[in-house]
């Protein structure tokens, strides 16, 4: 399968603790997205790279999260002290810039106890 | 800000039945538009999606035209299946490799 994929698919944590989520993207995208959903919503836009560059962050982007993208292949996602709010499905996407269209990964769920 | 306002589910219909979803959009400049598809337990799929006016996007039986006088994008299909029983999602972009801005969702439930 070369489509995106995303590990964990599940994580719990308790709060307070750090937890880190890997994107892996179709291998020619050259731009990735990282989305947040929760219950009943749809997803958010929170930040999206072009290549290894961090182009735009969503203020729903806080402090304690960080994304990276070394190389321009897989990124991740940490959020640090995790809070009850927290709690919602991560969702990676990939795309070339030239694209119209966004390739989603199944996502990774995250439960803050 | 852009923004996607999508009719409130859940919709429940028997099979056979005409599917209509509401999608309008509030945009500045001219979005493309789409609509996913998230079935249980699986990631977003792109069903189909329109680039200007006028333009109907089509896939698997689904429709849904482009309307910029009344800034629409309604979701049709003549006749559902069980298997369209899934949660739908209206979007816009605002241009190539910009970031999707999503409706909350419409979820179908199709009974035999």
């Known amino acids: 399968d070369t489509g995106v994929s995303q590990n964990p698919r599940h994580k719990i944590t308790k709060r307070g603790q750090n937890v880190t989520f890997r994107c892996d993207p179709i291998s020619e995208h050259n731009r990735l997205y990282w989305y947040r959903q929760t219950l009943g919503q749809g997803p958010e836009f929170l930040t999206y790279?072009?290549?290894?560059?961090?182009?735009?962050k969503s203020r729903l982007l806080s402090d304690r999260f960080s994304a990276e993208r070394p190389k321009g292949s897989f990124s991740t996602l940490e959020i640090q002290r995790t809070e009850q709010g927290d709690s919602a499905m991560y969702l990676c996407a990939s795309s070339l810039d030239t694209y119209n269209e966004q390739f989603f990964g199944p996502g990774t769920r995250l439960t803050v106890l | 800000g852009d923004s996607v306002t999508q009719m409130e589910g859940p919709v429940t219909l028997s099979e056979e039945a005409f599917l209509t979803i509401n999608c309008t959009y509030t945009a500045t400049g001219y979005p493309s538009l789409f609509w996913y598809v998230q079935y249980p337990g699986e990631g977003l799929q792109l069903l189909l999606k329109?680039?200007?006016?006028?333009d109907k996007g089509s896939n698997k039986g689904f429709e849904a035209t482009y309307r910029k006088e009344t800034t629409s994008f309604h979701l049709e299909k003549g006749s559902v299946q069980v298997s369209d029983s899934a949660v739908y999602f209206c979007?816009?972009?605002?241009?190539?490799?910009?970031?999707?801005?999503f409706g909350p969702g419409t979820r179908l439930s199709v009974l035999p």
């Open positions: 790279f072009q290549n290894e560059a961090q182009l735009e």
């Open positions: 979007a816009l972009s605002r241009g190539y490799g910009q970031n999707f801005v």
């Open positions: 329109a680039t200007k006016a006028d």
